[in-house]
């Protein structure tokens, strides 16, 4: 990637670790993902529909393409990444980081869903520690200082992913999303490099 930006996320053509009992691999998505993701996604709209949140003010949707170019754009500023978690070559979820502030504060805000067939198997909780070691500890990363995880408060689900990754509970964040037609409330739950010297995935793993 060109680097016109200082900020430029130099986004790696996957993240994986070695090893792992949950064998998944995050990786940048691109046109040709079109047909399998739409297939997931649809396939899961029910599933994902009542924690799917929309900008207020554009927010009309884009077509697949328009969003993967949208994508480039976010990494050129250093802004944002999404990835594909994929689980011996097939789509199973997605995850991103984004609203990244550098500067004094240096932080990031994950978002994941998984297919409902493979909800239960560790997939997200993997892929957020793999995030989170690439955003924190890589040098090719994006180098922040805190990782947050900020989930309604009847989503079950996700608050296990939030606890088992070892995230700690911030508070309640009063109308900080627009979910569904509303300001929603917001549990925060964060990350920082000292709760997992070793890495968030090392920690996951037991080691």
């Known amino acids: 990637m060109m680097r016109s930006d200082p900020n430029a996320i130099d986004v790696p053509r996957f993240i994986q670790a070695h090893g792992l009992h949950v ?6 998505l691109t046109t040709d993902d079109c047909d ?3 297939e997931v996604r649809w396939r899961n ?7 799917e949140s929309g900008d207020p003010v554009h927010g009309a949707s884009m077509s697949f393409n328009e969003w993967v170019r949208a994508m480039r754009r976010n ?3 250093g802004t944002g990444v999404v990835f594909a978690i994929e689980h011996h070559g097939r789509i199973v979820g997605q995850i ?5 502030c550098y500067g004094a504060m240096r932080t990031g805000v994950v978002g994941y869903w998984v297919d409902e067939r493979c909800a239960g198997h560790g997939y997200a909780p993997m892929a957020v520690t793999l995030l989170a070691d690439w955003a924190m500890f890589d040098p090719s990363g994006p180098q922040l200082h805190r990782v947050e995880i900020d989930l309604l ?4 689900r996700s608050r296990k992913v939030a606890l088992k990754v070892g995230a700690s509970y911030e508070g309640m964040r009063k109308a900080y999303m627009f979910v569904n037609g509303q300001w929603r409330d917001h549990e925060s739950y964060a990350l920082l490099p000292e709760y997992a010297p070793n890495g968030f995935t090392a920690r996951l793993m037991g080691e």
């Open 23 to 28: 064998p998944i691999i995050l990786r940048p």
């Open 36 to 38: 399998e993701w739409n």
């Open 45 to 51: 709209d029910d599933w994902l529909k009542p924690w």
């Open 75 to 77: 990494e050129r500023n």
């Open 96 to 100: 991103s980081l984004g609203a990244i």
């Open 153 to 156: 408060p009847e989503n079950e």
